[in-house]
């Protein structure tokens, strides 16, 4: 059973075994290319702005206890730096994360399945060996798994976007691939090829590189299928269609990147934070014909990126229960202005001011309100 650790009082959130393996696999990579330099992720040169108008976080209560996050995978470096500046306002704040992957942490999440006892799957309770007190996904829920969570918790999750992201499709440095479209996507990771796109691809010249790579075989990365990265792809890429057999598919985003970097054939789709020199961005064009497009703050944030996505958390709470006062006031960090600032530290980007106020609305409505020991000044 996978360890999980807590530390007390500690500036530093704690994350699961294997998100410490992701991120000694991030380590793996700047050894193995001590002459690459890391990008700024899912942008280039300045930093995305945080919008102007965004309040600044006022703590609003002294905390104490635990808060744990359980989930994606790809959210887990934005989650981290989010939980460090939270409990720099909150020292007595336990903060754990639990990368498991947005497709497992969610059928967790709505079954109300005990992480600290997931072996034998005990139920639903806060604390000690609770359940989660957020979800963390890199997809919204589908309606099935709506279904599942109300029929657990009468009730539906309260649904928070706190980031934008971009899937990215990644290869290798040495690949000179000037751009890809949805339809060539679909041709070279899907097996059922509903986009219409003529025929299989298998190799890079039948993508158009030439000079060596006429015959080169196409050597696909993905994610496995706790992910819910791996699942967006499907929809978004393959319109629902099957996978191919014979994708390399990894556990995190990090091991990922890292075996594109190793691999001058490679090619594969993950979350734009964990962009690094050590691997080259493919602009993605919607369809044959149009531009390609990088995803920039920009794009994202106007939709004109073809694979932008909102990264979500998760509440459980009923109409008539109280906000728990650690989740409440960790969601108003993250839709703060410090908040979205670390979101942007962490290569991800920020909501727009609308999707802020949406955000607000949903804390401040008094269906939701928590009872909190007003903070010493």
Do not use: C
């Not at 280039?44 to 994606?72: F, M, N, W």
């Not at 000179?176 to 339809?183: A, H, K, S, V």
């Not at 219409?196 to 691809?201: A, E, L, R, T, W």
Request: glycine share 10%; net charge positive.
């Amino acid at each position: 059973m996978r360890r999980t650790k807590t530390i007390k009082r500690t500036l530093t959130p704690v994350v699961s075994s294997r998100s410490l393996l992701g991120m000694g696999t991030i380590l793996a990579l700047l050894i193995t290319a001590p002459l690459a330099q890391a990008e700024s992720p899912g942008y280039s040169g300045a930093r995305p702005p945080v919008h102007p108008e965004l309040a600044s976080y006022e703590p609003q209560s002294e905390l104490s206890g635990q808060l744990t996050i359980a989930g994606s995978e790809t959210m887990q470096p934005m989650l981290a730096k989010l939980g460090a500046a939270f409990t720099r306002q909150h020292p007595q704040v336990n903060f754990t994360i639990e990368a498991l992957g947005s497709t497992q942490g969610i059928r967790e999440f709505a079954l109300g399945l005990s992480l600290q006892r997931r072996g034998d799957k005990s139920r639903d309770g806060h604390g000690g060996g609770g359940a989660a007190d957020l979800l963390a996904s890199s997809r919204p829920l589908s309606p099935e798994e709506l279904k599942v969570f109300v029929s657990h918790h009468g009730n539906e999750p309260l649904e928070f976007p706190i980031a934008m992201d971009a899937v990215t499709v990644y290869v290798n440095t040495q690949n000179p691939i000037p751009g890809l479209t949805l339809e060539q996507l679909d041709a070279v990771f899907g097996s059922t090829r509903k986009r219409g796109y003529p025929s299989d691809i298998t190799s890079w010249g039948q993508l158009g590189l030439a000079g060596g790579w006429e015959k080169t075989e196409i050597h696909t990365y993905g994610r496995n299928n706790t992910s819910g990265t791996r699942e967006f792809f499907i929809k978004a890429v393959l319109k629902g269609g099957e996978l191919k057999e014979g994708i390399r598919e990894q556990s995190g985003t990090a091991s990922e990147i890292l075996a594109i970097a190793r691999d001058p054939n490679g090619i594969g789709y993950a979350g734009t934070g964990y962009r690094t020199s050590f691997v080259h961005i493919v602009p993605v064009a919607e369809q044959a014909g149009r531009p390609y497009v990088m995803p920039t703050v920009d794009t994202v944030a106007d939709g004109t990126y073809p694979l932008n996505r909102s990264l979500y958390l998760y509440v459980k709470k009923g109409a008539k229960d109280k906000f728990d006062p650690a989740v409440l006031e960790f969601l108003k960090f993250a839709n703060s202005r410090e908040g979205q600032q670390t979101v942007v530290q962490a290569g991800f980007f920020p909501l727009t001011s609308a999707m802020v106020a949406r955000n607000l609305t949903q804390l401040s409505s008094r269906s939701i309100t928590a009872s909190v020991v007003p903070a010493k000044h």
